[in-house]
Every structure is written in structure tokens, then in C-alpha cells.
């Protein structure tokens, strides 16, 4: 009897607050960062807002600006005449903030503007900016097919074409290539640019690879870049024991980059999740090689970061210039890059790249023309499988971490939706990644499994493990990256 009394009462003041008019277009006093925030008036994407006022009613929508400068409209969630929440839509923008009313009156606009940024720029920590990351970059392969191998004339053509870092190879597996030398470095650094040791990984002997990563950083590296492709597919065990060995040789906070395969959901087996989780990577650099995989640009990269974006780790992309691509596509993809809030980029590679391809990296920029790059995270929901099901289930707490997306998953994140006043659909869509990502993931010891992560054969990690690539995107014989 009470409950049906407390029910009553619910409804009736629901029934009031929708009936009644508004006695005056709505006024906004505030509006707070309440969930996914870096501070006060900065929020991510799928992040939450509070606002408080006046005259708040059913069908109130918040307005907010695009890239583009049109503005379009959410819905609220108005809990009372003074108080109402939001959350931010992918394609919302930084700037000023109004409300409208069911009437289509407008509040006052809030004259304090609101930072609105991609879910991997507001979980960027501050000590990571400004990094060799940052910039024009450009790889080589072979020191000797580079300017005639000549470190003078390597470091005038990169200086003339404003690269600010020179990606180096450094090892292969097990070996060491010595033209990642004391001698190369301190000439590039002499002329001002910053030096970057690249190594491209198997994991059939992670320790081992992890001493040639601190070799390199030895040397005198501004940073370190792991390349790991199709060789480490389901070696869950293996990658923990290379971060391990090479963080505990290196320390954690000295800058560590990840190059691998872009289309995350065409690789459910690589782990991903160890080399950019914690301890791990720091920067996420995919290879966006648009002509290679083909599509054009704008897909290419709207894929690639819509299935990165989750990993938390800022995106420093790896462009394409071998196999001549045309000016139009290099300069789309450098304008996509910055446009997606990506602080650096890099080219692949030096030996490839043709006059038309230097100069195109080296024009002038402006601003992109509309669509601009997707703002949204990859969505997973029932059958999906793979790391980045590891990654969510890493985040949500009493999950067995399966890399399969079975109904424990579906209703622990129906229930985090829940909480969070959230449509509770069970799915991780873009504002869902938004709350995940406040946690720290739960630590999984992947070399615990009872495989021996030293065979070159052994697959170890989640039963997803053992599933095959989608499809190599990336030609191999194109790539050239090992």
C-alpha cells in the first residue's frame, strides 16, 4: 500500500511537471562536467553534463556546435524545474552551450564555453605532450637507401621538408641492426631533429626483443616504436613479457609508440590491449596506408580510429607514400589527422616516398572540407569477438575475461548504462566507452595460461586467442614495414 501511495505520488508530479507551461523561456545559471571530465568545463564525447536554471520542462534539448559551425540539439533528462543532465554526442564541439524548450524558445547562451574532446585527447595525462611523437615524421627502413645514406644530407632533406622526427630502424627480432648507431643519431640530433628507434617484433623471444628495444634507447632514442603484426597474433603472454622486461629496462615513463595493422576488428587475436594497456605503449600509431587497403582516405581513416579510439592512447597515425599516391590523398589524410585532434603523424617510408609525395607532405595546409573525420567509437554488442572485447571486459568489474561478448558482458554493461542514466541497450557504443574508460582496467597475467610463451608456436591469452585474422588489410608485399 505504501509503495502504491510513493507510486502516485511519482506519477502525479511527473504529470505536473509535463503539463504544466513554462511560466518564461528557459535560463541556464550552469553547466558542470559530471562524468568522462578533465575538469570543470572540459568533457569528453559520451561524457556527462549538469545543468542547472530555471524554468526546465519535458522536451528541453541542449544546442551545441559542430565542426563544421552549424549547431544541432540532444535530449535532456530534466529531473526537476532547476536541474537537468546530457550527455555529449560524438559530434558536439567546443564552444558556448544554450538550451531550447519544447516551444522552441531559447535560453540565455552560457557565457563560460565548454572544451569538448575526443575520448583518446581527454585521457592524453599532460606529461605526454611534446614528445618525438609530435610533429612531421618520416621512417626509414634502410639507412643506406636514404639520402645515399649520408647523415648530413639526411638530416637537410628531413630539415628542408619539416620532419621534425626521423624514425630509425633498429632491430629485428632477435637482431640488431647496427645502422641505428651512436654516431647516426648524434648527427640528426646535431641538426635538430629528434631520433626515434623502431623494432619490428615476432615473439618467439619476447626478453630477448625487449633488450633490444633498451639497447636502442640506450643508444640515445627520443623514443621507442614496437612493430608488431601478423607474427603476433595470439601471443597474449608473449607481449606481456616483452612490456615487462622492456619497461622494467627502460622505466615507465619514457616515451614507447605501437605501430601495427589499423582495422583492430580485422585482428581479434593481437593483443592490442597488452602493448597499449598499462605499462604499455603510451602512443598508438595504426598504419593508415589508404592505398594499400583501399576505399579511400576518408573511410580508411574513419575506420581506423573509430576502432582505436578505445584504447585510450593518443593517435599519432602512420601515412602512406609508397606506391605514389596522388598530392590530393596525402594532404586529405593530413588534414583528416589534425582534424581528429592527432598532434603528430608520420610517413612510410623514405626509400618509397617520390618527389611528388615530399612535396605533398611539405605544402602548405588548410582547413578540411567538409565531412569531416567520424567522431564515434567502434560499437560492440552480443557475438562480437576479439581484443577489444578483452579491453571492455578488463573495465567491468565480476567479467570473466573471454574475449567473447556473452550475456555476463551484455548485462554488466546494460547495468553500467543503468547507473549511469544511460538507454540501458547492453551494447558498448560510443558514450558507453565514455564511462569505461574512467576505470582502470582489472590486470589480467596472461603467462600464467600454461602455455609456454617462449614457443614459437604457442598461442596464449583468451580463448579468442586462437581465431584468425579477418583479413590481412594491408597487403604484405606492399607494407615493406619489417
Known sequence: MLFAARALVTATAA?????????????????????????????????????????????????FGTASGRRFSAATRVTSRAKASVIVPSRARSGVLYVRDRQGRRSNVVKRPLRILAPETALRSP??????????????WYVSKAAGGDPAAIAAQAVARGIATVYVKSADGTTPWTQFSPELVAALKSAGLRVCAWQFVYGTHPATEATRGAEAVSTGAD?????????????????QQYVGALRSAIGQDFPVGLTSFPYVDYHPALPYSVFLGPGGAQFN????????????????????????????????????????????????????????????????????????QWDAIAAPLTAPADPPPAADLATLGSGAKGDLVVWAQEHLSGVPVTGSYDTATRNAVAALQSAAALPATGNV??????????????????????????????????????????????????????
Open 15 to 63: 504529470a505536473v511537471l509535463a503539463a504544466a507551461p513554462a511560466a518564461a523561456a528557459p535560463h541556464v545559471s550552469t553547466v558542470r562536467c559530471l562524468r568522462a571530465c578533465v575538469d570543470a568545463s572540459t568533457v569528453s564525447t559520451g561524457g556527462q553534463l549538469r545543468i542547472t536554471g530555471r524554468n526546465f520542462g519535458h522536451g528541453l534539448r541542449a544546442v
Open 127 to 140: 606529461q605526454l605532450s611534446s614528445t618525438a611523437f609530435d610533429g612531421n615524421g618520416m621512417w626509414i
Open 223 to 239: 623514443c621507442l616504436v614496437i612493430d608488431a603484426e601478423s607474427q603476433y597474433e595470439g601471443r597474449y603472454a608473449q607481449a
Open 285 to 356: 600509431l595504426p598504419q593508415v596506408y589508404w592505398k594499400a587497403i583501399g576505399g579511400g582516405v576518408d573511410a580508411v581513416v574513419d575506420h581506423t580510429y573509430r576502432f582505436n579510439r578505445p584504447y585510450g592512447r593518443p593517435i599519432m597515425p602512420l601515412g602512406q607514400l609508397y606506391d605514389a599516391p596522388p598530392t590530393a590523398d596525402v594532404i586529405r589524410f593530413r588534414q583528416l589527422a589534425t582534424a581528429a585532434g592527432s598532434s603528430g603523424l608520420s610517413w612510410w617510408d623514405w626509400q618509397h616516398a617520390g618527389t611528388t
Open 429 to 482: 557504443d560510443t558514450a558507453t566507452w565514455g564511462l569505461l574508460l574512467q576505470a582502470a582496467p582489472t590486470p589480467v597475467d596472461w603467462t600464467a595460461s600454461g602455455a609456454k610463451a617462449s614457443a614459437a608456436s604457442a598461442r596464449t591469452g583468451p580463448p579468442t586467442a586462437a581465431l584468425p585474422a579477418r583479413r590481412r588489410e594491408i597487403p604484405a608485399a606492399q607494407s615493406g614495414a619489417n
